[in-house]
């Protein structure tokens, strides 16, 4: 079966943003603090599968209260 342009199997952190109607700076947040799934290709480039993105999703709001944060999400305060 052939893929559809409009429905790729892999997603960009930018694609991946808009699908969940977030900030590119709030998914490479949730990247960092481990919480997105995602394959790293090499060292800089970041893809999503989508499958995984959505069953992601699925387990977010299965989570009564559930908040993902801003600009904190994954940074580590410093004593």
């Keep these: 079966m052939a893929e559809k ?3 790729p199997h892999l997603l960009t952190v930018r694609e991946a943003a808009k699908l969940l109607r977030i900030s590119t700076d709030l998914a490479y947040g949730l990247i960092r603090a481990g919480m997105l799934p995602v394959l790293r290709l ?7 599968p989508r499958e995984a993105l959505l069953r992601w999703v699925e387990t977010q709001a299965q989570v009564p209260g559930r908040v993902l944060s ?6 580590s305060s410093e004593d």
Excluded at 42 to 48: D, Q, T, W
Excluded at 70 to 75: E, L
């Design 70 to 75: 801003g600009p904190s999400v994954g940074s």
């Design 42 to 48: 090499g060292e800089r480039r970041i893809v999503i």
């Design 5 to 7: 342009k409009d429905h």
